[in-house]
């Protein structure tokens, strides 16, 4: 709904697709959607499924008639254009690359090929991380791209704000932070943080995912309105440029922020 927003006010007009019209008049859906998932997965599938389907039998039963029968049955979207939907969206979520690998295995029964499965990894290490791009990339067998660049930029900003600013420029500061990570992906933190018992020492954890990235923040028009606006607010200003002791488990902390 947002991407839909989104695209309407910037004037882009959208063709509204054909009317999803269910003509599944099966006796038995259940049936239909094994043979579905057959036909998916080029794998005998046992009625009631194994492992889960045994425990829960109802789970298996809305399983197959409602997915592989009531959706699948429908024409909007083939069964190739759906595993690949299935497979981008399960490749931008950590967590769930049992169901990656099974979803790509049927996608290549549908006729995806492994080229496409590389300008979908490109797509997500673009618009999602380098993460969760390699477990495509992993899973069709290629090379992984590196998630830190050698030139990783870590810098702690030291900051005294003069006191009768301090509102302000919070508010200015979280405005530019906010911005900064949204808008440019090569910025993967800005991090801002005061002294409990000295609210005018302000502390930023800045990190660039290379020199040129932080090149290009500094030209922003969000940085640029931050640095002219708060120029009068700001007693003293130190910039510590620091280097990971250990780049492999800094990936493993931030995970747990996803």
Same mark, same amino acid.
């Given at each position: 709904? !947002?991407?839909?927003?989104? +695209?309407? *006010?910037?004037?882009?007009?959208?063709?509204?697709?054909? *009317?999803?019209?269910?003509?599944?008049?099966?006796?038995?859906?259940?049936?239909?959607?094994?043979?579905?998932?057959?036909?998916? /997965? %080029? /794998? $005998?599938?046992?009625?009631?499924?194994?492992?889960?389907?045994?425990?829960?039998?109802?789970?298996?039963?809305?399983?197959?008639?409602?997915? #592989?029968?009531?959706?699948?049955?429908?024409?909007?979207?083939?069964?190739?254009? +759906?595993?690949?939907?299935?497979? $981008?969206?399960?490749?931008?979520?950590?967590?769930?690359?049992?169901?990656?690998?099974?979803?790509?295995?049927?996608?290549?029964?549908?006729?995806?090929?492994?080229?496409?499965?590389?300008?979908?990894?490109?797509?997500?290490? !673009?618009?999602?991380?380098?993460?969760?791009?390699?477990?495509? +990339?992993?899973?069709?067998?290629? @090379?992984?791209?590196?998630?830190?660049?050698?030139?990783?930029?870590? %810098?702690?900003?030291?900051?005294?704000?003069?006191?009768?600013?301090?509102?302000?420029?919070? !508010?200015?500061?979280?405005?530019? $932070?906010?911005?900064?990570?949204?808008?440019? @992906?090569?910025?993967? $933190? &800005?991090?801002?943080?005061?002294?409990?018992?000295? @609210? !005018?020492? &302000?502390?930023?954890?800045?990190?660039?995912?290379?020199?040129?990235?932080?090149?290009?923040?500094?030209?922003?028009?969000?940085?640029?309105?931050?640095?002219? /606006? /708060?120029?009068?607010?700001?007693?003293?200003?130190?910039? &510590?440029?620091?280097?990971?002791?250990?780049?492999?488990?800094?990936?493993? &902390? #931030?995970?747990?922020?996803?």
């Amino acid at each position: 709904m !947002t991407v839909a927003k989104e +695209r309407k *006010e910037n004037g882009i007009i959208d063709k509204t697709g054909k *009317e999803i019209v269910v003509e599944n008049g099966a006796k038995d859906k259940y049936e239909l959607g094994r043979k579905v998932l057959e036909e998916l /997965t %080029r /794998t $005998a599938q046992s009625k009631p499924a194994p492992g889960f389907g045994e425990f829960a039998p109802r789970i298996d039963t809305f399983l197959k008639e409602h997915l #592989f029968a009531d959706i699948f049955v429908s024409d909007v979207l083939n069964y190739q254009q +759906r595993e690949l939907v299935t497979v $981008a969206a399960l490749a931008s979520m950590p967590g769930v690359e049992g169901q990656l690998q099974s979803h790509i295995n049927i996608g290549k029964n549908t006729g995806i090929t492994d080229k496409q499965l590389e300008q979908l990894a490109e797509l997500i290490h !673009t618009n999602i991380s380098t993460m969760q791009a390699n477990t495509v +990339r992993k899973i069709i067998g290629e @090379p992984l791209i590196p998630a830190t660049k050698p030139d990783l930029m870590v %810098r702690i900003s030291e900051i005294e704000i003069l006191p009768e600013y301090l509102k302000d420029y919070k !508010t200015i500061l979280k405005e530019e $932070a906010s911005a900064s990570v949204k808008l440019e @992906p090569g910025v993967i $933190a &800005i991090f801002p943080m005061y002294q409990k018992e000295s @609210p !005018t020492q &302000i502390r930023i954890i800045e990190m660039y995912a290379d020199k040129a990235t932080y090149q290009s923040h500094l030209k922003t028009p969000h940085f640029q309105h931050y640095k002219t /606006t /708060t120029l009068k607010m700001v007693k003293s200003l130190k910039l &510590i440029d620091m280097e990971s002791l250990d780049k492999e488990t800094m990936l493993e &902390i #931030f995970k747990k922020f996803n």
